[in-house]
């Protein structure tokens, strides 16, 4: 058997992720994209899940969608499936490519599936793409009549998130 390649082990972690959380439509999409690159190394059927209404970029991973998981831990899945899918559609564009965590932290974009497949190019622009890194910014909520600003736990959560994700991913697939 040949050796499993970033690609595939990616494809095999956000399925995972996806099947712990209860998105059993798109944990399954993903099993077949595994079946169809481990049988034949096509990469088509995971390509043709970006883009469009109801596509693999509109999935929240969320109480409210009724997924398996506590408000506390909404913003740290939802980092890492992002990360997990920007990843995903990069490697999905040369799948046998051998990566490092340094090569895919300047290659990998977190909005990069969701740009690319809007204007239905194969690549996003250089704006978009790498991780940006720099300041961690920690947005809330602001009254405009009255100025009353609010930063909540979950604000807090999702900025550290953020900063946190992208290198534990990267590294841990590399």
């Not at 599936?113 to 790498?130: C, I, K, N, W």
């Amino acid at each position: 058997m040949p050796e499993m390649t970033t690609y595939e082990q990616t494809l095999m972690a956000t399925e995972g992720l996806l099947r712990r959380v209860g998105e059993q439509h798109w944990a399954d999409w993903l099993k077949q994209d595994l079946i169809a690159w481990r049988t034949s190394r096509d990469v088509s059927h995971h390509r043709s899940a970006y883009g469009g209404m109801g596509s693999f970029n509109d999935v929240v991973i969320c109480r409210m969608n009724h997924n398996n998981i506590t408000s506390e831990q909404e913003p740290w899945a939802n980092s890492l499936f992002e990360w997990l899918k920007a990843i995903l559609f990069h490697l999905s564009q040369n799948p046998t490519q051998r990566v490092t965590a340094a090569d895919l932290s300047k290659a990998v974009g977190r909005f990069a599936p969701s740009l690319a497949a809007f204007v239905g190019g194969e690549h996003a622009p250089g704006s978009m793409r790498g991780y940006a890194g720099g300041p961690v910014v920690v947005s809330g909520a602001r009254c405009l009549t009255c100025g009353y600003a609010e930063i909540s736990h979950y604000d807090i959560d999702n900025a550290i998130a953020d900063e946190l994700v992208p290198g534990l991913v990267f590294s841990s697939l590399c």
